[in-house]
């Protein structure tokens, strides 16, 4: 059975500082892009960040530059999105993505929230 549980949301300042953790399982994970989306209320869905199977090339969103950093521990089954001096407009549901030739998979998605 295909799972990517995504953790590490919550409420943070303004500011602050989150890291986001998707563990994969009943999949290859080694062969998968990975990603992270977040959709806020009322809004389209849209891409964070972006990492390939092994880790070679990574794509950011242009309002994520410079503070997002996703990474991957192929080991672990683990997909992060580091993100810092978060601000309101981040607040959303993030969700983790896995995506290889012949698949596609979802997370539920983890709730952040930005605010003072």
């Known amino acids: 059975q295909v799972q990517l549980v995504e953790s590490g949301g919550g409420l943070v300042q303004p500011g602050g500082s989150l890291r986001l953790s998707c563990v994969a399982s009943g999949f290859t994970f080694s062969s998968a892009g990975m990603s992270w989306y977040r959709q806020a209320p009322g809004k389209e869905r849209e891409m964070v960040a972006t990492?390939?199977?092994?880790?070679?090339?990574?794509t950011y969103a242009d309002s994520m530059k410079g503070r997002f950093t996703i990474s991957r521990d192929n080991a672990k089954n683990t997909v992060y999105l580091q993100m810092n001096s978060l601000k309101p407009d981040d607040t959303a549901v993030y969700s983790c993505n896995a995506r290889g030739t012949w698949f596609d998979y979802w997370g539920q998605g983890t709730q952040v929230t930005v605010s003072s």
């Open positions: 990492i390939t199977s092994g880790g070679r090339t990574i």
